[in-house]
């Protein structure tokens, strides 16, 4: 029997109400730091499709028989009242109709006033920027928890940055948002410096840069948190993030041991958050050094990639669940296949499958974001076998 969508502990609907539109895929203007593909783009709209029960603006490919297939797989039917586009005339569109019948909107990524004014946001737009405007934690912190850092105009940037002793970090430090470790810019050696300085040369329309303290983590936590109209923070899980050595992303594992001071922290910060007006699900990226000490290095007043990892876990089986993404590397039917096996055997839960076959075979890679789930040394073998398969 199909499992109910409202029997989830909480779903996006329970946060924002009715009469609210969600997309979850960056605008498609220019952003000179998160500037991922179309297909990423697309794929990324459906992410969050199974913890939304609400209205989803997402892409055809994303809810083709194939999604149908493997959400029925897991037990849950496929969710209604989602509303498709397949070109940028489409989606916009869809947003200017969503305007003139009076809906709300929430961005996971701000789009521009020119397409939806600012007080058409759940959460006004200069305010979602302000909260996940990088170059001023300090405001969210109350000046708590951040490593050394020096925000700085572009003018300045590259005379000020060799000042710092390395190893040290590089963010963009405006209202443009960044994802997955794009954008930001971790340097060990002078040509990483090199490197970094030449990215920032080429980002038109950046005001102003970060240099920030290189902080080695023994632990790299996202701790996440929910706050409903009434105003009320709850924790609603952590996960362990996986990154590379300079910064980009490579999924989350859940974490259910987690320090009691390290959740302190975050809910101390949602509730600044909250008290500036935010509503909605948010995520801190909170790392602890060897000496215990606590740094948030970024705050994400939206949803976070793992989200659906937390929201999904009362149905997940065992105790090691980790938030992957994975690509076609041309054969989208044994990709697509593969997965299904993995999904019908009961250790692969699947959030979003983009569809790469959708109008002719094999027209692009397909793309697949999914949950591994079940006992540690199981899933892990699993795992091995599936990328051996797909790759």
């Not at 090199?194 to 080695?216: C, D, H, L, N």
């Not at 701790?223 to 999924?251: L, M, N, W």
Request: glycine fraction near 8%; charged fraction near 25%.
């Amino acid at each position: 029997m199909a499992k109910q969508l409202n029997k989830l502990p909480l779903v996006m609907k329970d946060l924002y109400g009715d009469n609210v539109l969600y997309s979850s895929r960056p605008s498609y203007t220019y952003n000179p730091w998160l500037q991922p593909e179309e297909h990423q783009s697309n794929m990324l709209s459906a992410r969050e499709l199974l913890i939304a029960q609400m209205p989803v603006v997402v892409h055809e490919a994303t809810v083709t028989d194939k999604t149908e297939t493997l959400f029925h797989a897991v037990g849950f039917e496929m969710p209604e009242g989602y509303r498709t586009y397949d070109t940028r005339e489409d989606y916009e569109r869809i947003l200017r109709e969503a305007v003139d019948n009076g809906e709300k909107l929430f961005f996971q990524y701000a789009h521009e006033e020119s397409l939806v004014p600012g007080n058409q946001y759940v959460v006004p737009r200069d305010k979602f920027l302000a909260l996940n405007n990088k170059s001023i934690l300090d405001q969210w912190t109350k000046g708590k928890y951040l490593p050394k850092r020096d925000v700085v105009s572009i003018d300045n940037f590259e005379s000020v940055v060799k000042e710092w002793t390395l190893p040290f970090v590089i963010k963009p430090g405006d209202e443009h948002p960044t994802a997955g470790g794009y954008g930001v810019m971790i340097c060990y050696t002078e040509e990483d410096v090199a490197k970094a300085i030449e990215r920032v040369r080429q980002a038109e329309g950046t005001s102003q840069m970060i240099i920030e303290q290189f902080v080695a983590p023994e632990k790299n936590y996202c701790v996440q948190y929910a706050c409903t109209k009434d105003g009320t923070p709850q924790f609603i899980g952590c996960s362990h993030q996986i990154t590379e050595k300079y910064g980009k992303y490579r999924g989350n594992i859940i974490d259910h041991d987690i320090p009691q001071d390290v959740i302190d922290a975050g809910l101390e910060i949602m509730r600044n958050g909250v008290e500036a007006g935010y509503v909605g699900i948010a995520g801190f990226d909170l790392l602890v050094d060897k000496e215990g000490a606590i740094y948030a290095i970024d705050l994400n007043f939206r949803q976070n990639g793992s989200s659906s990892l937390l929201l999904l876990d009362s149905v997940l089986n065992g105790g090691y669940k980790k938030f992957l993404a994975y690509y076609s590397k041309g054969d989208n039917e044994a990709f697509y296949n593969a997965i299904l096996e993995e999904v019908k055997a009961g250790y692969l839960f699947p959030l979003a499958y983009y569809n790469g076959d959708y109008k002719e075979k094999n027209g692009f890679p397909s793309r697949f974001v999914c949950i591994w789930h079940g006992e540690e040394h199981i899933v892990n073998e699993r795992m091995k076998d599936f990328e051996r398969k797909i790759l």
